[in-house]
């Protein structure tokens, strides 16, 4: 079950525009595909790899965001608009029995047209973990939610 690399963070805000700009004009991110989550987001890219996911954040997002990601947070301004970490791993049978046996409670996603299955967590301080695996290795697993589910 080993985490082999962190994979991206989200940065939820009420200006994404801004962000985007700010991330592409200053730091040379650029922005590329992202899949269709029922809910606004930016996938930004540092080459071919997408580093930083930005969306609505505050008091108003998406039910289905809520529904897919949930909400620790309704910060747009200093650290609370960091929302998650993301790391990519193998293993994903091996990491549902240890979480389950260290107790750590999770949720099951999977985004299907990105041949990922994630699951959630959170960390002791409250901070989201997420977990992404090829759906290569889902086998009988199912999630809980699918992002194509969610309403247009």
């Known amino acids: 079950m ?5 994979e991206h963070y989200l940065i939820q805000t ?12 200053v730091l040379g991110f650029t922005v590329g595909p992202s899949p269709d989550f029922k809910f606004p ?5 540092l080459g071919d790899r997408d ?7 505050g008091a108003t997002v998406s039910e289905n965001r809520k529904k897919y ?3 620790e947070s309704t ?3 200093g650290s609370g608009v960091i929302d998650h970490i993301a790391f990519r791993c193998e293993g994903l049978a091996q990491m549902m029995e240890h979480l389950s046996a260290e107790g750590v409670p ?12 994630q699951l959630f967590l959170m960390d002791p301080n409250g901070c989201k973990v997420e977990l992404n695996f090829s759906n290569a290795e889902v086998g009988t697993v199912r999630p809980d939610l699918m992002a194509a589910d969610l309403p247009s």
């Open 75 to 77: 910060a747009v301004a």
């Open 51 to 57: 580093v930083i996911h930005v969306t609505q954040g």
């Open 14 to 25: 009420a200006d994404m525009e801004a962000t985007r700009d700010f991330y592409t004009r």
């Open 69 to 71: 990601l949930g909400q």
């Open 41 to 45: 987001v930016f996938w930004l890219y």
């Open 2 to 6: 080993p985490l082999k690399h962190i």
């Open 106 to 117: 999770f949720t099951r996603r999977m985004v299907n047209d990105q041949g990922l299955f």
